[in-house]
């Protein structure tokens, strides 16, 4: 087993007043040499946006992008021609391919939005540009993972990611543990607490600590506090 850990006061925080994110890995002015990606994930940005602002059209390529509201409504238009609202419990991946160009704005006047916003590498460059997103509010999330992006099609109930990776999303209340199984060689897990105390692969993690592990098969869970996990499967290259 290996491992890197990421403390939650560790990461690259900016504060532009209507904008205020926290970068685990290198991503615009934060820059470090030991945090560029973990396997195929390269950016996961943990965004507050004030009201009433957002990012303007601006453009992509050979990247998923993945966002994941954690409280309010972003609003998505970009030049493939969608116009969406992404509220708390969906998650929207865009596939920029060739190319793409979006903005993303707070849907609210009143209130922030909050949201991940996660970059994987795709398994193959220049694709065509897609869109995908839907509601897991449905999906059982108690003590156990529910997918919610995956590269399988059969996987309905999850949006399709142009890689071999996997988003899953739990719920865990303390006391209770649960196992993650990889698939396949060559891969790594990378855990992201959203909420709550965990320990895992040796190591106690508190509230946005994250933790990368990799060379194993499986990886148990066990919740000392009541806890929301976002835990990415992505292959190591």
């Given at each position: 087993?290996?491992?890197?850990?990421h403390?939650?006061e560790n990461?690259?925080?900016?504060?532009?007043?209507?904008l205020?994110?926290?970068?685990?890995?290198?991503?615009?002015?934060?820059?470090?040499?030991k945090?560029?990606?973990?396997g195929?994930l390269?950016?996961?940005?943990?965004?507050?946006v004030?009201?009433?602002?957002g990012?303007?059209r601006h453009?992509?390529d050979?990247?998923?992008?993945?966002?994941?509201?954690?409280?309010?409504?972003l609003?998505?238009?970009?030049?493939?021609?969608?116009?969406?609202?992404i509220?708390?419990?969906?998650?929207?991946?865009?596939?920029?391919g060739?190319?793409?160009?979006?903005s993303?704005?707070?849907?609210?006047?009143?209130?922030?939005?909050k949201?991940?916003?996660?970059?994987?590498v795709?398994?193959?460059?220049?694709?065509?540009?897609?869109?995908?997103q839907?509601?897991?509010l449905a999906?059982?999330?108690?003590?156990?993972?529910?997918?919610?992006?995956?590269?399988?099609k059969?996987d309905?109930?999850?949006?399709?990611?142009q890689?071999?990776?996997?988003?899953?999303l739990?719920d865990?209340?303390?006391?209770?543990?649960?196992?993650?199984q990889?698939?396949g060689?060559?891969?790594?897990?990378?855990?992201?607490l959203l909420?709550g105390?965990?320990?895992?692969?040796?190591e106690?993690?508190?509230?946005?600590d994250?933790?990368?592990?990799y060379?194993?098969?499986?990886?148990?869970i066990?919740?000392?506090?009541d806890?929301?996990?976002?835990l990415?499967e992505?292959?190591?290259?």
């Open positions: 087993m290996q491992k890197i850990i403390k939650a990461r690259g925080h900016v504060d532009f007043g209507w205020k994110s926290a970068h685990s890995f290198s991503f615009g002015q934060y820059h470090d040499p945090k560029i990606n973990f195929a390269r950016v996961l940005n943990d965004d507050f004030e009201a009433g602002n990012f303007g453009p992509h050979n990247m998923e992008i993945v966002s994941i509201p954690l409280e309010g409504v609003e998505h238009q970009d030049s493939m021609g969608t116009s969406k609202a509220e708390t419990g969906d998650v929207q991946i865009m596939s920029a060739t190319g793409v160009q979006h993303e704005f707070n849907g609210s006047k009143e209130n922030p939005v949201f991940l916003q996660i970059w994987i795709p398994n193959e460059r220049q694709l065509t540009p897609s869109y995908d839907k509601s897991y999906l059982d999330r108690k003590n156990k993972f529910a997918t919610i992006v995956s590269p399988k059969e309905t109930d999850a949006v399709l990611i890689q071999d990776a996997y988003f899953n739990a865990l209340e303390e006391h209770k543990t649960i196992n993650y990889l698939h060689e060559g891969k790594g897990v990378y855990v992201f909420e105390e965990i320990n895992i692969a040796g106690t993690l508190k509230r946005r994250a933790i990368g592990v060379e194993i098969d499986e990886i148990a066990e919740a000392t506090q806890a929301k996990i976002l990415i992505v292959p190591m290259f």
